[in-house]
C-alpha cells in the first residue's frame, strides 16, 4: 500500500506506550474516515506514543497485542459492533470488559454511535469517549501513561476525571432503572465540545488506496444549524462551529503539493459563511491545473449558490446530491425542515443551468404523522422536476426513519417494516413508470438501527450472541425469538418500535448535551402537531 503521510510520525521507541486505533471496516473505507484517521494522527504525532492503525483486514502488526496499553475504535455505524467483536476475537481478547484482566489492554470507544447512546455496548468498552475527541485523546494517553503499571481500576479511576469520559464500570442502575455512581448518586457525563475556528481538520495520509482515493479531506464545519427533528448528527454535534477560510485556504495550498483532489466534509457546508470564498479559491486553481477536483458531502437545497455550482462544476462535480426528506411541503413542516417544493425546483433549475448533469435526491419514508398523500406527494414531485428538466439526470435514494436519541424525535413511533415495505413497493412502481431509478434502504436493517439507537444495557447479551451465530440478518431474528422465548428481553418492538412518553426514562439522559431534553420535549410536541393540532404521541 502505497501512502503519503502529510505529517511527522513519532518513531518507535520501546517505552512508549503502546496504541491501536481500529477502524471497524476494511482499510479502503478506514483511509476515507477523517474522524478516525485524525484520531490517529494525534497518536502517531506523540513522542510518547507508538501508534498502529488496524482494520479488519489486517494481516500482520508491528505491536504485539501482548504489550498493548490502549486499543481505541471508531464507532460510527449502529452494526459496526459486529466488526468489533470480530476483531476483538481475532486478538483473543474478550469481548465483555469483565472478563477481561489486567492482563489486557484498555479497550475504549468514540465516535457517534457511542456519543449518542453507549448503552446498548456499555459492557464492551473499559471506557468511552462522549464528544468531540480532538483535544481530549491527548489527556486520554497522557493520564494511561503517567499510571503505567497501575491496576486497570485505578487507571480507570483516573480517566473518569476527564471531561466527557464515561467509565460503565463505575456506574450501576439503581432499582428505578436510574444510572448512578457505585455510591448511589446520580451519575452524569457532559459530551465534550472542541473549539474549530483556529484548527482544521484534514487528510493526515493520502493514498491511491482510499476509497476517496488520494483525496484531501477538510472538515470546514462540524453540526447543522437546521436542526431537523430526526437528525442526531446536528443534535449531537450542537453548536455549529466552522473553521475560518484563512486557515483552510493555508491548507488547501499544502494540500496541492500532493494531490489536487479536494473535498468539502461537514454536515451543512453551504451554511459556512465563506463558502463562496473557498469554493472559488479552489476553482482559481483549476485555471492553471487541469486535474483540480472538488467535491462535498452533500448540499442544502435552501443555500447553494450559483457561485458555488459553477465552482464545483469547474472542478469536475457533474452531480449534485441534495436532501428533499419529505415529499410535501407539509411534512417537511413537521420535521422542522425548512425547505419547499417551491425553493427545491428553484435549487435544480440553478444547478443545471449552472452545468451540472443530474441530482441525486436523498429522501425519508415513514416519518411521524405521514400519510400515503405525502408518499403519492413524492412521485408527483418528482415527476414534476423531471418534465422541467428535461435530459438532467434524476435518481433518487430513499431510507426510513429512525428515531434517534437527542433529537426531538427520540419519542416517536417507528413504522414497523411490513408497512415501510409497501410504502417501498408503491414508490418502485411509481418512479419506474416515471423513469426515475430509486434505491432503498433495508427496512429489517433500519430496525436493528432503531433498537440499538434507543436500547439500553440489555441489548449487549443480545448482540453478542447474534454475532456468535453469524452476524447475519437470520441470526438477528433467530437470536431475537431465543430471548423472547426465554424471557432475556420481553418487547423488541417496544424499544424500536413504540413511541415515548415524555418523561419515560431513557438509557441516554445521562449524558449532557449543549441542547437539553426539555428543549426535545418541547420541540416534539409542538411540531407533531404542527399538522392537525392532534398528537399521536401518547403524551
Ligand atoms: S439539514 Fe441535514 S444535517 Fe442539517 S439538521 Fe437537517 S438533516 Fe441534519
Same mark, same amino acid.
Given at each position: 500500500?502505497s501512502?503519503?503521510? =502529510?505529517?511527522k510520525?513519532?518513531?518507535f521507541s520501546?517505552?512508549n506506550?503502546n496504541?491501536w486505533? @481500529?477502524?471497524?471496516g476494511?482499510?479502503?473505507?478506514g483511509m476515507?474516515?477523517?474522524?478516525?484517521?485524525?484520531?490517529?494522527?494525534?497518536?502517531?504525532t506523540?513522542e510518547?506514543i507508538n501508534?498502529?492503525?488496524i482494520?479488519?483486514?489486517?494481516?500482520?502488526?508491528?505491536?504485539d497485542?501482548r504489550n498493548?496499553?490502549?486499543?481505541?475504535?471508531?464507532?460510527s455505524?449502529?452494526l459496526?459492533f459486529?466488526?468489533i467483536?470480530?476483531?476483538?476475537?481475532?486478538f483473543n481478547?474478550?469481548?465483555?470488559?469483565?472478563?477481561?484482566d489486567d492482563?489486557?489492554?484498555?479497550?475504549?470507544a468514540?465516535g457517534?454511535v457511542v456519543t449518542a447512546?453507549?448503552?446498548p455496548f456499555?459492557?464492551m468498552?473499559?471506557?468511552?469517549?462522549?464528544?468531540?475527541?480532538?483535544?481530549?485523546s491527548?489527556?486520554i494517553t497522557?493520564t494511561?501513561?503517567?499510571?503505567?503499571g497501575?491496576s486497570?481500576a485505578?487507571?480507570l479511576?483516573? =480517566? @473518569?476525571k476527564i471531561?466527557?469520559i464515561y467509565v460503565p464500570?463505575?456506574?450501576?442502575y439503581?432499582e428505578e432503572?436510574?444510572l448512578?455512581?457505585?455510591?448511589?448518586?446520580p451519575y452524569?457525563?457532559?459530551? @465534550?465540545?472542541?473549539r474549530?475556528?483556529?484548527c482544521?481538520?484534514?487528510t493526515p495520509?493520502l493514498t491511491e488506496d482510499?476509497f476517496?482515493k488520494?483525496?484531501f479531506?477538510?472538515?470546514i464545519?462540524?453540526?447543522?444549524?437546521?436542526r431537523c427533528a430526526?437528525?442526531n448528527?446536528?443534535?449531537?454535534?450542537s453548536?455549529?462551529?466552522?473553521?475560518?477560510?484563512d486557515?483552510i485556504?493555508?491548507k488547501?495550498d499544502?494540500?496541492?503539493?500532493?494531490?489536487?483532489?479536494i473535498?468539502f466534509?461537514g454536515?451543512?457546508?453551504?451554511a459556512?459563511?465563506q463558502?463562496?470564498?473557498?469554493?472559488?479559491?479552489?476553482?482559481?486553481k483549476?485555471d492553471?491545473?487541469?486535474?483540480?477536483?472538488? @467535491?462535498v458531502?452533500?448540499?442544502r437545497a435552501d443555500?447553494?449558490?450559483e457561485?458555488?455550482?459553477?465552482?464545483?462544476?469547474?472542478?469536475?462535480?457533474k452531480h449534485?446530491?441534495?436532501a428533499l426528506?419529505?415529499?410535501?411541503?407539509?411534512?417537511r413542516k413537521?420535521i422542522n425542515?425548512?425547505l419547499?417544493n417551491?425553493t427545491?425546483?428553484?435549487t435544480v433549475?440553478?444547478?443545471?443551468?449552472?452545468g451540472?448533469?443530474?441530482?441525486?435526491i436523498?429522501?425519508m419514508i415513514g416519518?411521524p404523522?405521514?400519510?400515503?398523500?405525502?408518499i403519492?406527494?413524492?412521485?408527483?414531485?418528482?415527476?414534476e422536476?423531471?418534465?422541467e428538466?428535461?435530459?438532467f439526470s434524476?435518481?433518487?435514494?430513499?431510507?426510513?426513519?429512525?428515531?434517534?436519541?437527542h433529537?426531538?424525535?427520540?419519542?416517536?413511533e417507528k413504522?414497523?417494516t411490513k408497512?415501510?415495505?409497501?410504502k417501498f413497493e408503491?414508490?418502485?412502481?411509481e418512479?419506474h413508470?416515471i423513469g426515475?431509478?430509486?434505491?432503498v434502504?433495508?427496512?429489517?436493517?433500519d430496525?436493528?438501527?432503531?433498537?440499538?439507537?434507543?436500547g439500553?444495557r440489555?441489548?449487549?447479551?443480545?448482540?453478542?450472541?447474534?454475532y456468535k451465530?453469524?452476524?447475519?440478518?437470520?441470526?438477528f431474528?433467530s437470536v431475537?425469538?431465543d430471548?423472547?422465548k426465554?424471557?432475556?428481553?420481553?418487547?423488541?418492538?417496544?424499544i424500536a418500535?413504540?413511541?415515548?412518553?415524555?418523561?419515560?426514562?431513557?438509557?441516554?439522559?445521562?449524558?449532557?448535551?449543549?441542547i437539553p431534553?426539555?428543549?426535545?420535549?418541547k420541540?416534539?410536541k409542538?411540531l407533531i402537531?404542527t399538522?392537525?393540532g392532534?398528537n399521536e404521541?401518547n403524551?
Amino acid at each position: 500500500m502505497s501512502e503519503v503521510y =502529510l505529517y511527522k510520525p513519532t518513531p518507535f521507541s520501546k517505552d512508549n506506550l503502546n496504541v491501536w486505533m @481500529s477502524y471497524p471496516g476494511i482499510y479502503n473505507f478506514g483511509m476515507s474516515a477523517l474522524g478516525f484517521l485524525t484520531v490517529f494522527k494525534g497518536y502517531d504525532t506523540d513522542e510518547n506514543i507508538n501508534a498502529e492503525r488496524i482494520f479488519t483486514d489486517t494481516k500482520t502488526t508491528t505491536i504485539d497485542v501482548r504489550n498493548l496499553d490502549l486499543f481505541a475504535f471508531s464507532f460510527s455505524f449502529e452494526l459496526d459492533f459486529l466488526s468489533i467483536f470480530k476483531i476483538l476475537d481475532k486478538f483473543n481478547i474478550p469481548l465483555k470488559a469483565k472478563d477481561r484482566d489486567d492482563s489486557y489492554p484498555l479497550i475504549c470507544a468514540g465516535g457517534p454511535v457511542v456519543t449518542a447512546n453507549p448503552e446498548p455496548f456499555a459492557e464492551m468498552f473499559d471506557f468511552v469517549d462522549l464528544g468531540d475527541a480532538e483535544n481530549k485523546s491527548k489527556k486520554i494517553t497522557d493520564t494511561i501513561r503517567l499510571n503505567r503499571g497501575k491496576s486497570k481500576a485505578e487507571i480507570l479511576k483516573e =480517566l @473518569s476525571k476527564i471531561d466527557g469520559i464515561y467509565v460503565p464500570s463505575l456506574t450501576k442502575y439503581n432499582e428505578e432503572g436510574i444510572l448512578t455512581d457505585l455510591n448511589g448518586n446520580p451519575y452524569s457525563v457532559t459530551k @465534550s465540545t472542541d473549539r474549530l475556528e483556529h484548527c482544521c481538520v484534514t487528510t493526515p495520509i493520502l493514498t491511491e488506496d482510499s476509497f476517496f482515493k488520494n483525496t484531501f479531506i477538510i472538515e470546514i464545519a462540524r453540526g447543522c444549524p437546521q436542526r431537523c427533528a430526526f437528525c442526531n448528527t446536528a443534535h449531537i454535534n450542537s453548536p455549529y462551529r466552522t473553521c475560518d477560510a484563512d486557515i483552510i485556504k493555508e491548507k488547501i495550498d499544502e494540500a496541492f503539493q500532493y494531490t489536487h483532489k479536494i473535498a468539502f466534509l461537514g454536515a451543512a457546508i453551504c451554511a459556512h459563511p465563506q463558502i463562496e470564498e473557498l469554493c472559488e479559491y479552489v476553482s482559481q486553481k483549476a485555471d492553471i491545473y487541469d486535474d483540480v477536483e472538488l @467535491s462535498v458531502s452533500s448540499l442544502r437545497a435552501d443555500s447553494i449558490s450559483e457561485k458555488v455550482a459553477k465552482a464545483l462544476v469547474k472542478c469536475g462535480q457533474k452531480h449534485a446530491t441534495i436532501a428533499l426528506e419529505a415529499g410535501t411541503d407539509e411534512l417537511r413542516k413537521v420535521i422542522n425542515k425548512n425547505l419547499t417544493n417551491e425553493t427545491f425546483k428553484q435549487t435544480v433549475k440553478k444547478l443545471r443551468e449552472c452545468g451540472f448533469k443530474g441530482v441525486k435526491i436523498y429522501a425519508m419514508i415513514g416519518l411521524p404523522t405521514e400519510t400515503q398523500a405525502d408518499i403519492q406527494g413524492f412521485v408527483d414531485f418528482i415527476k414534476e422536476i423531471k418534465a422541467e428538466n428535461k435530459g438532467f439526470s434524476i435518481s433518487v435514494g430513499f431510507s426510513t426513519f429512525v428515531p434517534k436519541s437527542h433529537t426531538p424525535f427520540q419519542f416517536a413511533e417507528k413504522e414497523g417494516t411490513k408497512s415501510l415495505d409497501k410504502k417501498f413497493e408503491f414508490l418502485q412502481k411509481e418512479m419506474h413508470k416515471i423513469g426515475v431509478k430509486i434505491n432503498v434502504s433495508g427496512t429489517k436493517w433500519d430496525y436493528i438501527q432503531a433498537l440499538f439507537s434507543r436500547g439500553g444495557r440489555e441489548l449487549f447479551d443480545y448482540a453478542v450472541d447474534v454475532y456468535k451465530q453469524g452476524g447475519n440478518a437470520a441470526a438477528f431474528k433467530s437470536v431475537m425469538k431465543d430471548y423472547v422465548k426465554s424471557g432475556k428481553v420481553t418487547d423488541f418492538d417496544k424499544i424500536a418500535l413504540s413511541a415515548r412518553p415524555y418523561d419515560a426514562r431513557n438509557p441516554w439522559d445521562f449524558i449532557q448535551l449543549s441542547i437539553p431534553n426539555e428543549y426535545n420535549v418541547k420541540k416534539c410536541k409542538a411540531l407533531i402537531t404542527t399538522r392537525d393540532g392532534k398528537n399521536e404521541n401518547n403524551c
